[in-house]
């Protein structure tokens, strides 16, 4: 563990740059058509129930990374095999993003450029980041929080006074009942972009007021999954389903339709710099989580020499794991969620919250006995 | 790895070692003529150094003598007070003991020192004292007599405010160190005073408002000065790169004022002063990357005046850091942004250009540095030429040989007064660095490369310390009671505490009864006569 403290604003701005990061520039839970935001919703408050487990862990052992107390609950080897195992998904999940982030980047802005020398810029620039410690990535942060929801502010106000937002379009809500929208949810929005929160975990033992932590968490949540469903809806009802649907990046159709005076338009800007930035924490937050978890595992002193050959192994995966974009979106929407998210996210955290209950009610009892 | 630490701190012991030098200084002799010889061997005979006997001097009993160096003393002083009262005062009744009982009581001088060996009599003659030698005694007088020509006090030439004190720092530190005393008229305003250079033995004073200031900073400084063994030290810029945080970095770590009243408020927020002599520039620290935005004038006007000057300020280091960068991106990589008008205008332009918008900003970019380099140096009366010069070829001719487009002379022009409008010089010579990079970046990976590198930036600046304060505080990490005095200047009755990681416990700087100014009798205190006209 390195020695740093981050205040409570500090992780919140992560939380919530996190949960952003890439959910906001896709179409999220647009399989239950006009009533994704309910999805979104929903979500998050199954990411709530999430994070609970999450805190409640952590309660039990505030001081230790969960690489430590994995092998507190499970015993030394078995311990640090499964944190081991964890290190590997979230280095898995962080080349997952980079790939996303690069394909993305790719299609709409530099067609001719390899996929590879975009990747490895960010991962170049990422790694830096990481290599500085948790607490420059949080004050940076706390800044790019600021810059995005100005951002985001702005854009909103753009929108309105471009007058294409038809509210008409989210109509009817509800129009096939509660089934696909829990389907949905279950599916989908619980994991990603909320489950996800799990890298957290590694991160909240550095903070300094250890009370604050279940308020910023549910806080994070929340205004990250309204900021999210609102999204949806300006994409939902400026695009409509159908072209929401289908269009690869909603937001980037969303902001193309701004048009103020003649003179504010195309401001694909917005759109390029939501998408570095939100790329940019995300596999940031997963690879400094594999590069601390890693350290702590194998004694490795200071963590930060662990981050450029962590990265490099980003890279190479998020290079090789699938042979094209449409392949790589196929695992992501069928494999990944429910051999990876649903057992690393959901089942494993609550057995071993069980454990960890059953474990210090026992320490507990011969305490005060 | 465990291996290689070991090695670097044996290293370290040895060069520690080698480090312990024979200080043991020589002591005086009783001789007199010896002194002298040895004063007059060990400076080389120079010439301007004053030997004067006093043979016959009622006040000593033996022969003595006063030694001197020609310019660094008040001659008035020398002449007029020392050797005349010591040729005209009362033969001595009794044998003195001690050269100070003999001296003290008959010179009227401020201060006297007694000096017993070599090094510090050197020292003492070398910065403007008056040594006294009397046959006898194997220690010598030193009494004060600096003086010599000196510049005045003028306006500073950097950091010019429209509304505030006219006065700036000279070269001399006694000058400057009385010019803050003059404004914090306070007996916690401490100073400490050390020499430093091996060669030049410069003094170099740190001042700070005991009980404002932290005192974990102060002993950090101290030891950080302390550390400095170098031959010479002739401006405060040598001290500023060896008590850095982080050398590494294009950013100023501390911050450096000619303006006393800028010294005052920056001591008041609890931050420390480094005087250094022969500098008109005084450090201070810790600095943060905001207050390069600041001015002193910003504190005198009315708050939203103040904070708009502030928010252009931040849009001004914006616009010289990204500026070119900017046209780059956009004019080469995406062209769908610019509006369909302005993009066609900018081809008409272009169409005669044979290079690429990079080349062409970097052509504008370096013959724009050259002249203003060029401006710096060139002696004032042909520095109009340059003027000349500068505008026909970075203005029309540029443009009528088709070299240059029309519209990267205007993005070339507006960034150079940007980066001329930034406050300080500190921050504006680093972001014309970077600016460069920003460019190169903007060339090979348009939006792209510029976020990146921008990004790059931020982290970089948010990993910096300056004496241990992060460097983007208040800002990140984000404190909420200092965000009156940053990008935005709230109304000073309204910025009740001092930065909180500069002062450690004393953190309130206004009494509890100081509040928003509403006055209950504002409006019943000027009644209108009964006779007056509505």
């Known amino acids: 563990m390195e020695k740093a403290k981050i205040t409570a604003y500090q992780l919140f701005a992560l939380v919530l740059l996190f949960e952003l990061g890439s959910a906001l520039l896709v179409a999220l839970g647009i399989e239950a058509k006009q009533d994704a935001w309910i999805v979104i919703l929903l979500g998050m408050i199954g990411g709530l129930l999430i994070f609970f487990v999450f805190y409640r862990l952590y309660c039990f052992y505030p001081d230790c990374l969960p690489t430590e107390y994995l092998q507190k609950i499970m015993g030394k080897g078995l311990g640090k095999s499964v944190a081991f195992l964890y290190m590997l998904y979230n280095v898995y999940l962080a080349a997952r993003v980079l790939r996303d982030f690069g394909a993305m980047l790719l299609t709409f802005a530099y067609i001719e450029t390899p996929l590879f020398i975009a990747n490895t810029l960010m991962i170049l620039v990422i790694v830096y980041s990481v290599s500085k410690g948790i607490e420059v990535l949080a004050r940076t942060g706390e800044l790019f929080l600021v810059f995005i929801y100005f951002l985001a502010g702005s854009g909103v106000l753009l929108v309105l006074f471009s007058g294409v937002i038809d509210l008409h379009n989210l109509q009817p809500v509800l129009e096939n009942g509660w089934k696909p929208i829990i389907k949905t949810t279950v599916r989908e929005t619980i994991y990603f972009p909320f489950g996800e929160l799990i890298v957290f975990t590694m991160i909240m033992p550095y903070l300094r007021d250890a009370k604050k932590i279940r308020n910023v968490g549910i806080f994070g949540v929340i205004v990250s999954g309204i900021s999210l469903a609102l999204v949806m809806v300006i994409n939902i009802s400026i695009l409509g389903v159908d072209l929401t649907e289908r269009s690869q990046f909603p937001l980037l159709s969303t902001i193309q339709t701004i048009q103020v005076a003649d003179f504010l338009e195309r401001l694909d800007v917005y759109f390029v710099i939501a998408l570095i930035v939100g790329g940019f924490f995300k596999v940031a937050m997963f690879i400094y989580a594999a590069v601390i978890g890693t350290a702590n595992i194998f004694t490795v002193t200071p963590p930060s020499r662990l981050s450029y050959p962590i990265g490099l192994v980003v890279l190479i995966l998020s290079m090789t794991m699938a042979s094209s974009f449409p392949e790589h979106l196929k695992e992501g929407v069928s494999i990944v969620p429910l051999l990876l998210h649903l057992p690393f996210q959901i089942i494993f955290p609550v057995l071993l919250l069980g454990v960890a209950y059953w474990k210090n009610r026992k320490h507990k009892k011969q305490g005060t006995g | ?534």
């Not at chain 2, 990490?477 to 009740?496: C, K, Q, S, Y």
């Open chain 2, 1 to 534: 790895m465990p291996s290689f630490f070991k090695k670097k701190s044996q290293k370290g012991k040895k060069t520690a070692e080698k480090q312990k030098k024979p200080a043991v200084s020589s002591p005086l002799s009783e001789v007199l003529e010896e002194n002298l010889a040895v004063i007059t061997s060990k400076t080389g005979n120079s010439t301007d150094i004053i030997i004067r006997r006093l043979k016959h001097s009622p006040r000593f009993k033996t022969e003595s003598a006063i030694v001197y160096l020609k310019g660094l003393t008040d001659t008035q002083t020398v002449q007029e007070i020392l050797i005349e009262s010591l040729m005209k005062s009362d033969p001595v009744e009794q044998e003195p003991s001690s050269m100070q009982e003999m001296v003290e009581g008959y010179l009227p001088l401020g201060i006297m020192e007694s000096l017993k060996d070599w090094e510090t009599l050197f020292q003492a003659l070398m910065s403007g004292h008056t040594i006294i030698f009397v046959d006898g005694f194997s220690e010598a007088m030193s009494t004060s007599t600096e003086g010599g020509e000196q510049r005045s006090i003028e306006e500073p030439s950097t950091q010019r405010a429209i509304r505030g004190s006219r006065e700036g720092f000279t070269e001399s530190i006694e000058t400057n160190i009385s010019m803050v005393r003059r404004i914090i008229q306070n007996p916690t305003l401490w100073t400490e005073t050390m020499t430093i250079g091996r060669v030049t033995k410069t003094k170099v004073t740190i001042m700070y408002i005991k009980g404002i200031a932290r005192d974990d900073i102060i002993e950090e400084l101290r030891n950080r000065l302390k550390k400095i063994d170098i031959d010479s030290v002739l401006e405060s810029g040598y001290i500023e790169q060896y008590i850095e945080d982080q050398s590494l970095t294009v950013f100023p770590t501390l911050y450096h004022s000619e303006r006393p009243d800028v010294v005052a408020g920056n001591l008041l927020e609890g931050r420390f002063a480094l005087f250094v002599n022969g500098s008109p520039f005084v450090l201070l620290g810790p600095v943060v990357f905001i207050q390069f935005f600041q001015s002193i004038e910003d504190y005198t006007e009315r708050f939203y005046i103040s904070t708009a000057l502030r928010l252009l300020r931040v849009l001004i280091f914006f616009i010289s850091l990204i500026g070119p960068a900017t046209y780059i991106a956009a004019t080469t990589f995406h062209q769908e942004m610019i509006p369909t008008q302005l993009l066609v205008a900018i081809a008409a332009q272009r169409e005669s250009v044979p290079f690429p918008s990079f080349v062409e900003a970097i052509i504008m970019e370096v013959t724009f540095e050259i002249l203003r380099e060029a401006g710096i140096r060139m002696p004032k009366a042909i520095g109009s030429a340059i003027s000349i010069v500068g505008a026909l070829v970075i203005g029309q001719a540029a443009v009528q040989a088709g070299v240059v487009s029309a519209a990267m002379v205007i993005i070339v022009a507006i960034t150079a007064i940007a980066s001329f409008a930034t406050p300080s010089f500190g921050i504006a010579i680093s972001t014309r660095l970077l600016r460069f990079l920003f460019m190169i970046s903007a060339a090979t990976f348009g939006f792209y490369g510029m976020i990146l590198g921008f990004i790059i930036l931020v982290v970089h600046l948010c990993g910096l310390r300056s004496f241990g304060v992060p460097y983007m505080s208040p800002l990140a990490p984000f404190v909420p009671a200092d965000i009156n005095d940053t990008v935005i200047r709230g109304p000073l009755w309204a910025d009740r505490k001092r930065p909180s990681f500069m002062s450690g416990q004393n953190q309130l700087r206004q009494g509890e009864e100081t509040g928003r100014p509403e006055p209950d009798k504002s409006r019943q205190m000027v009644t209108k006569n009964e006779g007056d006209a509505q």
